[in-house]
């Protein structure tokens, strides 16, 4: 069995970034584009890109 913590995911659509613990999304960036169903994620994460 995997011991992974459940991880909550950045609210943006096209990012898969793991959010912050207090916040729905990753970065200031998401936070502000989250209704903006971009295919591209800017917010800088290196996860991300
Ligand atoms: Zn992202
Ligand atoms: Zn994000």
Redesign the pocket.
């Known amino acids: 069995m995997a011991d992974e913590k459940e991880v909550k995911r ?1 609210a ?1 659509p ?4 793991p959010a912050d613990e207090d916040s729905d999304y ?2 200031a ?2 936070e502000g584009a989250g209704d903006t169903a971009e295919i591209d ?5 290196p ?3």
């Open positions: 950045c943006h096209g990012c898969g970034c990753c970065s960036y998401c994620c800017e917010c800088g994460c996860t991300c890109h």
